[in-house]
């Protein structure tokens, strides 16, 4: 179910940059949704869609088992756009057809628009765009007519006027092609007609509209929250549906960050007035990691405990119809995609199985969404910016910071060295130029001198990164005069740390956290 009523379908096909189609549609302020190509015409009909884009793909149309769609698809009347392998594979089944070429095009290439009609209006006759293929046609199916070409690609672009079916061979979704933007519009509010009505308050409205619904009038729900930006909006989001009806937990693992309970109080409790038990469990799971190093038997203890917790304090709160979960779109179309992932997407399963365990329907008001989308959503419900922009924090916190073994003891030293980082990154304006950077408490001894004092003490690592999406990172230039403001802080007032390194790989070869 979509609480939209413009809808463009992207048929994925398997290119490495379906998600790119789908952000920049959704910059139109237009809904869109990834589905594979397989999807029945069933449910292509159901979902309505006022507009079909067919991506790209890394297949060759004539090779066994290459995805294809069934011809029904161009006689919806709906207007279709095909991209690269879309272009290949719609002139494939229409009767064109497709050539191994000798030149591989990969990179820019000059398109010169033969006719600007309603795709290349008011473009330059001239324009880059970024080509990736070694297939390309050699013949138009019955009813179509070129409208560009480049020297590579003769037939670089088509149409079939009266069906509104437009193809290219290049990729409009990247940012190489410097008309990308302006093209994919022009398919989707020049051709498909839509004007861009899926805002973050019409995204509010419905969505609590629909909450309201699924719920119904006497449905309760729960919803575990950490905290971090997307179980945040989404929690606010339906209780703005369904008031005190809504129950949050927070559990306190005893692997937080300084003041991080308390901020989570203040927002929730104080500010939004909403029902919030907060657990502190910190001695349950402190027992059940005890003597624990190993990275992923920590993150499976943490996991489980806090299952198990969770699941005890909702009990307690007399049961719960519905669990509200703070899932993305990205985690959708990871679960959704053609063979061979069309976006790797590294999610972390920390609470997998509650909803199970718990026998609870889930509530997800976010999986439309991706996080710049989320955090303007948060905005419109008066979410401050500190929750809105906070950085990413891993399921299992610091105890993935604690290299080796984790005790209270070490959890403080890197607790207290993380809290100098913070407040200097954020002195210096730097926090949400960051894609994350904390403090890791390494299992290593060095010998230090303090005054005329001989130490031997831990060693503290700082990582700071940028990303865009997690999935690769490079290290961050901070600042020499930050870094060595932080080393000396940390070392003078965290007493057990006498020596402060600063972590500079990048994801890949490395993660971004230590474990
Ligand atoms: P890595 O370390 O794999 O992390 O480069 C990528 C991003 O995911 C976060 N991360 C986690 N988040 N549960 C989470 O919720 C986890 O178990 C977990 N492990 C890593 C990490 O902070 C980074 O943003």
Not at 37 to 66: C, H, M, N
Request: glycine letters at 10%.
């Amino acid at each position: 179910m979509t609480t939209a009523d413009e809808k463009i379908l992207i048929l994925d096909f398997g290119s490495q940059v379906t998600q790119l189609i789908a952000r920049r549609v959704r910059e139109m302020k237009v809904y869109c949704e990834i589905k594979p190509y397989s999807t029945p015409l069933d449910e292509v009909r159901k979902f309505s869609p006022q507009g079909i884009i067919l991506s790209g793909s890394p297949a060759s149309v004539d090779r066994e088992g290459a995805p294809l769609v069934g011809r029904e698809i161009f006689d919806l009347g709906v207007p279709v756009l095909g991209i690269c392998y879309g272009l290949q594979m719609m002139t494939h089944i229409l009767g064109g057809q497709v050539e191994h070429s000798d030149h591989r095009e990969y990179g820019h290439a000059i398109l010169e628009i033969d006719e600007p009609g309603a795709l290349f209006s008011g473009l330059p006759r001239q324009t880059r765009v970024w080509m990736s293929h070694g297939d390309r046609i050699s013949r138009l199916p019955a009813g179509f007519r070129r409208i560009a070409h480049t020297s590579n690609s003769p037939l670089a672009a088509i149409v079939h006027e009266s069906k509104k079916v437009f193809a290219v061979q290049f990729h409009p979704e990247v940012a190489h092609t410097d008309d990308g933007k302006k093209i994919l519009s022009n398919f989707v509010k020049g051709v498909c007609g839509l004007s861009g009505t899926w805002t973050p308050e019409s995204f509010v409205d419905r969505t609590v509209a629909a909450i309201r619904e699924q719920v119904g009038p006497t449905g309760r729900a729960i919803c575990g929250l950490s905290g971090g930006v997307d179980s945040s909006v989404a929690a606010v989001l339906v209780h703005k549906a369904i008031g005190d009806r809504l129950h949050c937990i927070y559990v306190d693992a005893g692997i937080m960050r300084a003041g991080e309970t308390e901020q989570v109080e203040k927002a929730f409790r104080d500010s939004f007035h909403m029902k919030l038990s907060v657990v502190h469990a910190g001695g349950v799971f402190l027992d059940r990691l005890t003597g624990v190093s190993d990275p992923e038997k920590k993150r499976k203890i943490i996991g489980n405990t806090f299952i198990d917790v969770f699941d005890e304090e909702a009990k307690k709160l007399g049961g719960a119809d519905f669990l509200v979960q703070g899932t993305l779109y990205p985690d959708v179309i990871e679960s959704v995609s053609v063979k061979g992932p069309s976006v790797v997407i590294k999610t972390h399963h920390n609470v997998g199985g509650l909803p199970e365990k718990m026998n609870l329907k889930l509530i997800e008001p976010l999986r439309e969404l991706f996080k710049d989308e989320v955090r303007a959503v948060g905005e419109k419900l008066g979410m401050p910016r500190d929750i809105l922009w906070r950085q990413p924090f891993p399921g299992p916190g610091l105890a993935i910071r604690v290299l080796g073994e984790i005790t209270p003891k070490r959890l403080d030293l890197v607790r207290r060295a993380d809290k100098i980082l913070d407040e200097e990154i954020r002195a210096a304006g730097l926090y949400e130029k960051l894609w994350q950077s904390f403090a890791v408490l390494l299992p290593v001894q060095t010998v230090g001198v303090m005054g005329d004092e001989r130490t031997y003490e831990s060693v503290c690592a700082i990582r700071a990164v940028t990303s865009d999406d997690a999935m690769t990172a490079d290290w961050a230039r901070l600042p020499y005069d930050l870094l060595g403001k932080v080393a000396n802080r940390i070392i003078n007032e965290v007493r057990g740390i006498n020596r402060v390194v600063y972590d500079i790989t990048s994801k890949p070869p490395g993660t971004i956290e230590w474990e």
